[in-house]
């Protein structure tokens, strides 16, 4: 899995390290200049107190010319409950476990192995700690007060756990339809649920909503946890999907007659439970679960059914009455002969 992920960073001093908040953008348009790829994006690391586990990142240049890449490896923290990251310059933490080497230089289109290898402390508490191994055309820069002034750059995180007794515990906070609406005339309805970890390690939680009608026929089935994001330990999460129809469309259309003929191929209508199942944790699986309920009533497609159904309705009863009398005229004039 390679990472074309352009971290852009804003430099805020707090408590005397260095907080960097990160915007992810992805790269949709062709590379520019400087431009590098690293992969994989997430690398997952086990390993016991006072024990070297290796690992390596592979850099691709995707330039014609040579450059000169350098290292800077920094700890991550969830700075929100929307997956958005921070990251501190530390003076401990698995930031200062990962050994790797200063600087790499790639020629024109090269890709090279990254080595690095983490030397776990042999006091460090079993549970999760997390980096992020950056590289940058532009070398670490002193500024004052001795934090690190930093440009743009592209990291690959580094999920390590110390293995040994690690204390599990996570819970749904909350699941509800988004902004807690709970009418809608229809599809997309959005969802959302915050999970906590109150554990040592990350979590990440992996299920299905299921959406259920009146009848309890499964209606649909989506991912609860689509990007498969993980939980941070003593940290919470808000995750969000969508129950879309066939358009897949995340907004419907504003005028009347799209909207009526929108409602007809995504057709919902009534009370609908709505289930989020999960399961988590590492060796023994644990679940949770959650439910709400919704209700969907498409106004504009029941007021030209109604209105449909209405002028069927008197243009039959006219025609009835047309071909009675015409039956009656009949039988009339055949007794009159």
Not at 105 to 121: A, F, Q
Not at 158 to 163: D, H, I, Q, S, W
Not at 186 to 192: D, E
Not at 259 to 284: D, I
Request: proline letters at 7%.
């Amino acid at each position: 899995m390679e990472s074309k992920f352009l971290f852009s960073f804003c430099p805020i001093r707090y408590a005397g390290f260095l907080v960097v908040p990160v915007f992810f953008m992805i790269l949709l348009l062709p590379a520019t200049a400087r431009a590098l790829t690293v992969s994989p994006v997430r690398t997952e690391i086990s390993g016991d107190p006072g024990s070297t586990q290796s690992g390596s990142i592979k850099a691709t240049n995707s330039e014609n010319t040579s450059i000169t890449y350098y290292t800077n490896v920094q700890t991550f923290e969830a700075a929100d409950e929307t997956g958005n990251p921070t990251f501190r310059v530390t003076k401990s933490d698995l930031a200062t476990w990962i050994n790797i080497d200063s600087s790499i230089t790639l020629g024109p289109k090269e890709t090279k192995d990254l080595p690095y290898t983490v030397s776990v402390p042999k006091d460090a508490d079993p549970g999760g700690y997390f980096a992020v191994i950056f590289l940058s055309d532009s070398p670490p820069a002193k500024s004052q007060g001795g934090t690190v002034s930093l440009g743009s750059q592209i990291g690959s995180l580094v999920l390590f756990r110390v293995n040994g007794y690690i204390q599990q515990g996570a819970d749904i906070l909350e699941f509800d339809a988004k902004s807690h609406a709970h009418w809608y005339t229809s599809l997309p309805v959005s969802f959302y649920y915050r999970f906590q970890n109150s554990g040592q390690s990350w979590v990440r939680p992996l299920g299905d909503i299921i959406v259920q009608n009146f009848f309890r026929r499964t209606a649909a089935i989506f991912p609860a946890n689509p990007n498969e994001g993980n939980v941070l330990p003593q940290s919470i999460r808000r995750f969000e999907n969508s129950w879309v129809g066939k358009d897949g469309l995340v907004t419907p259309p504003s005028k009347f007659w799209p909207m009526v003929a929108f409602q007809w191929r995504n057709f919902a209508f009534g009370p609908y439970t709505v289930k989020l199942n999960l399961a988590y944790g590492s060796g023994s699986m644990q679940s949770a679960t959650a439910a709400t309920t919704v209700w969907i009533f498409p106004w504009q497609l029941s007021l030209v059914v109604l209105i449909a159904a209405l002028i069927i309705f008197f243009l039959l009863r006219f025609g009835i009455r047309r071909y009675n009398r015409w039956v009656i005229t009949s039988v009339q004039k055949g007794s009159r002969r």
